[in-house]
């Protein structure tokens, strides 16, 4: 696909289940991104990746939270134990990071949890 | 904290009205500010970028003034149509430093036909 995808497009859990949450960026997009979007509320950045560097996790809300990139492509978000207030849109984006002075982030259309 | 305050929440014009959203930050280390369009259903979308060295980017009916000395920016939509209407995001990065940007909590935008 030529867009950044996300699945699943939404997920329904139960208070305390884990969920994971994957993102495909761009082909050949060096860096990739996670925020989660709440009701009425801004972008909440939450993990950064960059090639083969160390990821910047500074946004990461708890240690419920993780994420992962394999083969510097796709990214898996987990959520562990999730609760109430883990309920929003997660949104992952990807970028070609040219260096230039510019950046282009390229979002998917995220993934609404929603947790019961 | 937030680091990039945007206003208004929700606006709503009639169309071929020129909607006008602000955004302040504090950080003078901020040195890139884009504009991401959102519409229901779909990710955001880059609109229109501005560095701090120039006052003013146009592109198309949308155009960024950007006032230094404030630390504020705002984006101009000329000739609103009702297709423009989408939630409006302004965020504030350093340039070379991309590992996060500082989003806006955005602007509803609704154009009336």
């Known amino acids: 696909g030529a867009g950044v995808s996300q699945s699943p497009s939404n997920k329904v859990t139960e208070k305390g289940k884990d969920v994971e949450l994957r993102c495909d960026p761009i082909s050949g997009h060096t860096a990739l991104y996670w925020y989660r979007q709440s009701l009425g509320q801004g972008l909440e950045f939450l993990i950064y990746f960059q090639g083969n560097s160390a990821p910047d996790k500074s946004g990461l809300p708890s240690d419920r939270f993780s994420a992962e990139r394999t083969g510097g492509s796709v990214s898996t978000l987990t959520i562990q134990r999730t609760q109430q207030e883990d309920s929003a849109v997660y949104l992952c984006?990807?970028?070609?990071?040219?260096?230039?002075?510019?950046?282009?982030?390229?979002f998917g259309s995220g993934t609404q949890l929603s947790v019961l | 904290q937030q680091q990039v305050k945007q206003s208004p929440q929700s606006l709503i014009v009639q169309k071929g009205g020129i909607p006008i959203i602000n955004c302040a930050y504090e950080?003078?280390?901020?040195?890139?500010f884009p504009w991401y369009q959102q519409f229901p259903g779909k990710g955001p979308a880059l609109l229109i970028a501005i560095r701090p060295d120039v006052s003013e980017k146009k592109e198309g009916r949308f155009t960024i003034s950007f006032n230094k000395s404030a630390k504020q920016f705002s984006l101009h939509i000329m000739d609103s149509q009702p297709g423009d209407s989408a939630t409006y995001f302004c965020a504030a990065s350093m340039r070379y430093n991309f590992n996060k940007f500082y989003f806006g909590s955005g602007t509803k935008l609704n154009v009336k036909p």
């Open positions: 950080n003078t280390a901020f040195d890139y």
């Open positions: 984006a990807s970028s070609l990071h040219r260096d230039r002075g510019d950046e282009k982030l390229f």
